[in-house]
C-alpha cells in the first residue's frame, strides 16, 4: 500500500502542498486544485512551474482528481467541455509519469426522473478508451454520479464500460441513499458497497464520517472514528494483499465542493497533517 492525498485540502498552494506531503514523509501526492484550478485547467506555463516543483522536490502525482463528468456537471452539459478536459489532461500526465485519472458518471438527477443512462455510458465508454489508448487509465468514482447510486449502479457501469475500473471512496457512502432498495432506500452501507465491487477497484480514497441528519452534510471524522466501516475494508484489502494507492481526503479542515466555506488555512493544513499522521499509524496497526 502507498500513501498519498489530496493536498488541496491542506492548501491550493503548490509549495504547501510538498512541504506537507514531505512532513508526512511521503513520496507521492494526488493533484486537484493548483491555485484556483484543476490541474488540467491551468495555463501551460503555471503547468510548467508545477512540474518544475514537482522535480526538485522529488515528489510524484498518485492520480489526477479530475473534473471530468464530475458532479459539478449534468448529463446534459455540453459533450465537448468533457473532451477538451480530457485531450489538457492526457498529455500532462503523460508528463508528469501518472497513470490514474479520476473520473465520474456525471451528476445524479433528482431520482425518479430521467437519468439518460444510454449516453452516460457513451460519454464513459469514449473517456475510457481515450485514456486507454494513450497509456492511461480512467478510474470511476463512487461519489455524487450516477455510479454512486448503489454497489448495483457502478456494476452496471463495469458491464457497460467493460475495460474500466474502479476508485473506491470510503466515506462517500455514508451520505448516500441505496437507491437499489425500496423506499425509504437507506443509506448505503461502506463494507457492503466495497464488497461488491472490490473485483474492480484500482485504488482507494479514504475520508471517514458521521450521518448525523437524514440530509445535509455529515460531520467528518479521523479515519477509523465515523461509520465508513475501514477496519472492516483495510482487513479485507491486507487479505487480498492490495498493493495499489491509498489516498487521504479527510474533508475535515476543507470540503473540496463547499465553495462559500470560510478559509482557515492554517487549520486546513494542521488538520490535513494531524489526518495524515493518525492514519499511517491507523493503517500501520492493521497491516
Not at 54 to 64: D, G, M, P, R, Y
Not at 66 to 79: P, R, V
Not at 207 to 226: L, N, V
Not at 248 to 264: T, Y
Request: proline share 3%.
Amino acid at each position: 500500500m502507498i500513501l498519498t492525498g489530496f493536498t488541496d485540502e491542506a492548501s491550493n498552494d503548490l509549495d504547501q502542498q510538498i512541504k506537507v506531503t514531505k512532513e508526512l514523509g511521503w513520496e507521492y501526492l494526488s493533484a486537484r486544485t493548483i491555485g484556483e484550478k484543476n490541474i488540467h485547467d491551468i495555463s501551460e506555463a503555471k503547468f510548467e512551474k508545477v512540474c518544475e516543483k514537482l522535480e526538485v522536490a522529488n515528489i510524484k502525482v498518485a492520480e489526477f482528481g479530475t473534473l471530468i463528468g464530475s458532479w459539478s456537471k449534468t448529463i446534459d452539459s455540453d459533450w465537448e467541455v468533457t473532451l477538451e478536459e480530457v485531450k489538457r489532461c492526457i498529455p500532462r500526465m503523460q508528463k508528469l509519469g501518472v497513470r490514474y485519472a479520476r473520473i465520474m458518471s456525471y451528476a445524479q438527477n433528482n431520482w425518479g426522473e430521467n437519468q439518460a443512462e444510454k449516453e452516460r455510458f457513451r460519454r464513459l465508454r469514449e473517456i475510457v478508451a481515450r485514456f486507454k489508448d494513450a497509456g492511461l487509465e480512467a478510474l470511476h468514482e463512487n461519489c455524487m454520479n450516477w455510479g454512486g447510486f448503489s454497489a448495483e449502479h457502478t456494476l452496471r457501469l463495469l458491464e457497460e464500460v467493460p475495460d474500466m475500473r474502479l476508485v473506491f471512496d470510503t466515506g462517500n457512502p455514508i451520505f448516500q441513499r441505496d437507491r437499489s432498495k425500496p423506499d425509504p432506500h437507506p443509506w448505503q452501507k461502506p463494507f457492503e458497497f466495497y464488497q461488491k465491487v472490490k473485483h474492480a477497484i484500482a485504488h482507494i480514497h479514504v475520508k471517514d464520517a458521521i450521518m448525523h441528519r437524514e440530509d445535509g452534510e455529515p460531520e467528518y471524522t479521523f479515519a477509523g472514528e465515523g461509520d465508513a466501516q475501514l477496519d472492516l475494508i483495510f482487513s479485507d484489502l491486507k487479505k487480498i494483499n492490495y498493493q495499489g494507492f491509498i489516498a487521504i481526503e479527510p474533508h475535515m479542515g476543507k470540503v473540496f465542493h463547499l465553495a462559500d466555506q470560510a478559509s482557515n488555512p492554517q487549520k486546513e493544513y494542521d488538520v490535513y497533517l494531524e489526518f495524515g499522521q493518525r492514519f499511517q499509524k491507523y493503517i500501520n496497526d492493521i497491516i
